[in-house]
């Protein structure tokens, strides 16, 4: 596929995964006790609420273009942990909402692919937009597995801090979350300079992949586009 092939097929479905993973955020957030994601309006699958001009636009296309893997991600849901009734418990149940909803999606897109590959036998007419849709989907298992062992990465802001931070002694703990101010940078550099360290992190995400390929290979649907 070319450039803007690729980018049509993969950016609905980043947007879509982004959108359900802060949507998480704020419902869970309000099954803690914290309303502040519904009244700020951010409680809702717009996604133009949720797009961030940098990541959700520029990123994913700049890694389109670059020929590397697309990811992305949406503007974060405002949760108050103050408002949790039990803070401890209320901010791990939230920080994993948008992961566990991730590798939802990742794995409900396995028999969406056999049942359109099981569709598109039936209905020999209807096989390119099937097809399509099977590219979509297959899309959506490895961004979704993706995006969710990259915010388990235990750097600040990222999901995966949030729980990681309870791991540690209080003063470590302390010590640890002030490493929020320079994240984004730890993890432009770790990306930049780090990717044997993100390859060997994203490896189970990469292995469930594989597994999911091999359940729905058979099911896959001629590319009617080669005939």
């Known amino acids: 596929m070319d450039f803007a092939q690729q980018l ?43 797009i961030d ?6 990123v994913p296309v700049m890694l389109a273009f670059l020929g590397g893997p697309i990811f992305g991600g949406a503007k974060p849901v405002p949760v108050n942990p103050r408002n ?49 849709l099977q590219l979509m989907f297959n899309q959506g298992i490895i961004i979704n597995l993706v995006l969710a062992a990259f915010n388990l990465i235990p750097i600040p802001p990222l999901d995966g801090s949030h729980v990681f931070k309870y ?21 432009f550099a770790l990306l930049s300079f780090g990717r044997p360290l993100v390859n060997l992190w994203m490896t189970p995400a990469f292995a469930v992949s594989r597994i999911a390929q091999q359940l729905y290979l058979p099911y896959l649907l001629p590319n009617p586009f080669d005939a």
């Not at 479905?13 to 502040?36: I, K, N, P």
């Not at 418990?89 to 897109?109: E, K, P, Q």
């Not at 791991?167 to 993890?187: D, H, M, N, T």
Request: aromatic fraction near 12%.
């Open 8 to 50: 049509a097929l993969v950016f609905p479905v980043l947007l879509f995964s982004m959108v359900a993973h802060e949507y998480a955020h704020g419902y869970a957030a309000m099954r803690q006790g914290d309303m502040t994601a519904y009244q700020l309006g951010r409680l809702t699958w717009n996604p133009i609420k949720h």
């Open 53 to 58: 001009p940098f990541m959700t636009v520029i």
């Open 84 to 132: 949790y009734r039990n803070y401890r418990r209320g901010d791990i149940i939230v920080s994993l909402a948008g992961v566990t909803v991730n590798v939802i999606i990742a794995l409900a897109c396995v028999p969406l692919i056999i049942a359109v590959g099981v569709l598109g036998q039936q209905f020999p007419a209807a096989a390119r937009p099937l097809f399509v």
């Open 167 to 187: 791991l540690l002694p209080p003063r470590w703990s302390l010590q640890y979350q002030r490493i929020g101010a320079v994240g984004f940078l730890l993890l």
